[in-house]
């Protein structure tokens, strides 16, 4: 079982970035997605998930941050606009099975190895 995301970069403020998170080993479809970020010296956040085939997103990102799955290519993505550079951090996708309380790191089984973006001009 395995999750990678990737997509990350280098933007600058007001860009658009689209991650995405490749599965392999399993059905994604099955699965609840989440996305989570880590500034350095900050602890994980949550930003968006989707569980049961309805979105979630973190207030402090809502209006920016889009979540979507394609299950037939096993693939789910992040899109984030109008970056800014508290959005710096490394992004992580996750899953698990079921409907977890999303924002909660401990409810997900499965972890990507994370994507760095960075806002900066």
């Known amino acids: 079982v395995q999750l990678q995301a990737s997509g990350g970069g280098l933007v600058q403020p007001g860009d658009s970035l689209t991650l995405s998170c490749a599965a392999s080993?399993?059905?994604?479809?099955?699965?609840?997605i989440g996305w989570f970020r880590q500034a350095p010296g900050k602890e994980r956040e949550w930003v968006s998930c989707?569980?049961?085939?309805?979105?979630y997103t973190a207030d402090s990102v809502k209006g920016r941050f889009t979540i979507s799955r394609r299950d037939a290519g096993n693939m789910a993505y992040l899109q984030i606009n109008t970056l800014e550079p508290d959005d710096t951090a490394v992004y992580y996708c996750?899953?698990?099975?079921?409907?977890?309380?999303?924002?909660?790191?401990?409810?997900?089984?499965?972890w990507g190895q994370g994507t760095q973006v960075t806002v900066s001009s």
């Open positions: 989707m569980t049961n085939n309805s979105p």
């Open positions: 080993g399993f059905t994604l479809g099955d699965y609840a």
């Open positions: 996750a899953a698990v099975r079921g409907s977890p309380y999303c924002p909660v790191v401990l409810h997900w089984d499965y």
